[in-house]
């Protein structure tokens, strides 16, 4: 089976730095992604590892382990509008596209 | 345009009647999919359509039905829901299946009665 763990809430302040992990479970593994929801909201994408490493996009970084079965999603100068929902998903090894979805880490950003 | 659009935005309806969900991206993407999202949940998969063929039914109560009309278009038919049904539905489209980025739409909130 398949098994993704984040954190369930994390606070942070405006301007500081911030990272979310994710560990994950997978009988194979085909690639991760992280996807940030506000209220109410689609989850929009943000970013996507396959090989190990860091992959960074302006104020966001992603990074993975593949061997620990790792990732961190990392914020720097953090706004008030980050405040948001954080979505680790991975897919399926099966390769059918289908992507399973950690419960996502709600983060508030306080002034 | 990276835009996947969901009508209607809000939905309240009895457990006997029937309405569908319908939603539209026009990024030449072959593969939609719906999600149901429950509050404070992640998403979960419901049914792939790929080549506007189905390609994954998540094991779905005949209750929801899809329907991918041609490659642009994916509705999601729905008749005597149950109050449990109610929840945010989501559509998602990437360029293939295997694609790496998934685009959500909007969603629609679903409120069975």
């Known amino acids: 089976g398949q098994n993704i763990d984040q954190p369930t809430e994390m606070t942070a302040t405006e301007g500081a730095i911030v990272q979310i992990n994710c560990t994950y479970q997978?009988?194979?593994?085909?690639?991760l992604f992280w996807y940030q929801q506000h209220a109410g909201e689609a989850p929009t994408f943000l970013s996507y590892?396959?090989?190990?490493g860091l992959e960074e996009k302006g104020r966001f970084s992603s990074f993975l382990s593949r061997s620990k079965g790792y990732s961190y999603l990392l914020l720097k100068e953090l706004q008030m509008k980050d405040s948001a929902s954080y979505l680790c998903?991975?897919?399926?090894?099966?390769?059918?596209?289908?992507?399973?979805f950690g419960q996502g880490t709600t983060l508030q950003v306080k002034p | 345009d990276t835009e996947v659009t969901q009508t209607p935005k809000h939905l309240v309806m009895g457990m006997t009647n029937k309405k569908s969900l319908k939603c539209e991206q026009h990024?030449?993407?072959?593969?939609m999919y719906w999600y149901k999202q429950k509050a404070k949940k992640p998403p979960e998969l419901m049914f792939v359509?790929?080549?506007?063929?189905?390609?994954i039914n998540e094991s779905v109560p005949s209750r929801f039905s899809p329907e991918c009309p041609n490659s642009s278009l994916l509705n999601l038919h729905l008749h005597a829901l149950q109050p449990e049904d109610s929840a945010l539905y989501l559509c998602?489209?990437?360029?293939?299946?295997?694609?790496?980025?998934?685009?959500f739409g909007p969603g629609t909130r679903l409120t069975v009665t």
């Open positions: 998602a489209s990437s360029q293939a299946q295997q694609s790496y980025e998934q685009y």
């Open positions: 997978t009988s194979g593994f085909n690639g």
């Open positions: 590892n396959v090989l190990d």
């Open positions: 998903a991975v897919r399926d090894p099966s390769n059918t596209g289908k992507l399973i």
């Open positions: 990024m030449g993407h072959r593969a």
């Open positions: 359509y790929s080549y506007e063929k189905l390609s």
